[in-house]
């Protein structure tokens, strides 16, 4: 008989200070650790080459966020937080040259598993390195994207929005998506309990999990709406939409704490679309 491995212990949820290299710290364990179950639980939503904005299902096929679909071929693509790299594929299907970064290794072991199974023609590089120090040279890509990758983990976005101004070729856009920050101040909860205010929406602290040793285990960090439009005007872009997908009616899935009840009442994600000039 093997020996007994005891359970790790439950990590403890809390709201306290996180800095840069602890948010990174955390995010990488936290990414490496899990990234098994995401792909297993929302693989199928996100599907192999499609372009998913956000848990209400918004495809960029439809919302043409990045420009028209038929205007991408030849773009220099970055995207951040790749994850397995669906829009990346999808993106490289439509002719573009996707570059798909990532922290996790093991988020990029999941989009290799998928290129390798892949039939489509498109292959995509992978790169894993925080988003805080993007590996490229200035002026290398038309365009970037996040579909909820890096930004709403990272203890200094300007520092990332800054990094992606300077890797944009003048006139490349950056569009991306984060946690809607009204959310902040409610139960991160499916059902009823839910739609009850319980928190300040004006409390920036960071929500942190920690393990017994109080090491910061998966930490996400808040930012008003008015905060979020600061950092990128602060990085030197320009924000020239705010979109906030309404719940589809087709859309039956829950995803965490976003659903369809919570959906139809109050906005879960919040798109910015930013570009330097
Ligand atoms: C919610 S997942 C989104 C992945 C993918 N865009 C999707 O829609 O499935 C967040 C991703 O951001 C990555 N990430 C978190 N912090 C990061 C950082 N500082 N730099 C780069 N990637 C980061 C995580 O490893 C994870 O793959």
Redesign the pocket.
């Known amino acids: 008989m093997p020996p007994e491995v005891p359970e790790a212990p439950e990590p403890e949820a809390t709201r306290r200070a996180a800095d840069v290299t602890e948010s990174?710290r955390a995010?990488?364990g936290w990414?490496d650790r899990n990234?098994d179950d995401?792909q297993r639980e929302?693989g199928t939503f996100?599907g192999d080459d499609r372009f998913?904005w956000c848990p209400e299902g918004l495809d960029e096929v439809e919302a043409e966020l990045l420009g028209p679909v038929e205007s991408l071929k030849g773009l220099d693509v970055l995207e951040?937080?790749?994850?397995?790299a669906?829009?990346s594929r999808w993106l490289a299907a439509q002719g573009a040259r996707p570059v798909a970064?990532?922290?996790?290794h093991r988020?990029l072991q999941h989009a290799r598993r998928i290129a390798a199974d892949y039939t489509g023609s498109a292959s995509v590089p992978l790169v894993q390195?925080?988003?805080?120090t993007l590996p490229f040279a200035d002026g290398s890509f038309d365009l970037a994207c996040?579909?909820?990758?890096?930004l709403p983990?990272?203890a200094d976005p300007v520092r990332v929005l800054r990094e992606v101004r300077r890797v944009l070729r003048p006139g490349g856009r950056f569009v991306f998506s984060v946690t809607h920050p009204i959310r902040w101040a409610f139960p991160d909860e499916p059902g009823p309990e839910g739609l009850s205010v319980s928190a300040s929406y004006f409390d920036r602290t960071p929500y942190v999990e920690q393990d017994e040793q109080g090491r910061a285990v998966y930490v996400e960090h808040h930012r008003t709406v008015g905060d979020r439009v600061r950092d990128v005007v602060g990085a030197g872009l320009r924000l020239v939409d705010l979109v906030e997908p309404e719940w589809p009616e087709w859309n039956t899935q829950e995803w965490g704490g976003w659903s369809p009840l919570r959906g139809s009442l109050i906005p879960g994600t919040a798109i910015f679309v930013c570009e330097r000039d």
């Open positions: 990174s995010s990488r990414w990234a995401y929302h996100l998913v951040i937080g790749a994850g397995a669906q829009c970064l990532d922290l996790s988020q390195a925080d988003a805080g996040s579909a909820y990758g890096a983990f990272v």
